[in-house]
T-cell receptor, first 115, second 113 residues
């Protein structure tokens, strides 16, 4: 079974703090993704990475950065947390192959509260 | 027009009912269609995957795709309280950025015992 783990289930931070969210997958997937999920807005893609040290912006990258130093690990960084970044953060991974059967597998999520 | 429209519900049904969940989409480039189930405070998990028009059945779940109408459905037969969750449709195109999924906003389903 594919396993995607996230470092924290719940996190409380103060405005202005630097926040690190970590994600690890054990299936040797090339692609890794960070989403945020908010009521009424659904899942929105923040950043994704298709290889080590490679990254591309998703739909809402402002206020976030990412790091991928190892294939299995993808980090999301909030340089200076703000209250509007309070959300559920979801990490996902998938193979790079253009196989029609490939899809994304999600971690359990991190609920971040910024005070 | 949004790329994917999904009725957010909430939908509340009695145990044993047949449930129909639907998404419509506007981009004919979408070729692969998925349904994810997300329990409260958990990550989404893949439930069904289809890539052609027609029906695909897996136990009590049937995924239906109508590409000509740009309409996809998930049917749940003999619904159970354990089916209570948010259901998200997800679509992917066949070329270009084929890694990217476009999600519906999800439908919250409650099955009452």
């Amino acid at each position: 079974d594919v396993k995607v783990t996230q470092s924290s289930r719940y996190l409380v931070k103060r405005t202005g703090e630097k926040v690190f969210l970590e994600c690890v997958q054990d299936m040797d997937h090339e692609n890794m993704f960070w989403y945020r999920q908010d009521p009424g807005l659904g899942l929105r893609l923040i950043y994704f990475s298709y290889d080590v040290k490679m990254k591309e912006k998703g739909d809402i990258p402002e206020g976030y950065s990412v790091s991928r130093e190892k294939k299995e690990r993808f980090s999301l960084i909030l340089e200076s947390a703000s209250t509007n970044q309070t959300s559920m953060y979801l990490c996902a991974s998938s193979f790079l192959s253009r196989s029609s059967r490939e899809t994304q597998y999600f971690g359990p999520g991190t609920r971040l509260l910024v005070l | 027009q949004k790329e994917v429209e999904q009725d957010p519900g909430p939908l509340s049904v009695p145990e044993g009912a047949i449930v129909s969940l639907n998404c419509t989409y506007s981009n004919s480039a979408f070729q692969y269609f998925m349904w994810y189930r997300q329990y409260s405070r958990k990550g989404p998990e893949l439930l069904m995957y289809t890539y052609s028009s027609g029906n695909k059945e897996d136990g009590r779940f049937t995924a239906q795709v109508d590409k000509s109408s740009k309409y996809i459905s998930l049917f749940i037969r003999d619904s159970q309280p354990s089916d209570s969750a948010t259901y998200l449709c997800a679509l992917r195109n066949s070329g270009g950025s084929n890694y990217k999924l476009t999600f519906g906003k999800g439908t919250l389903l409650t099955v009452n015992p």
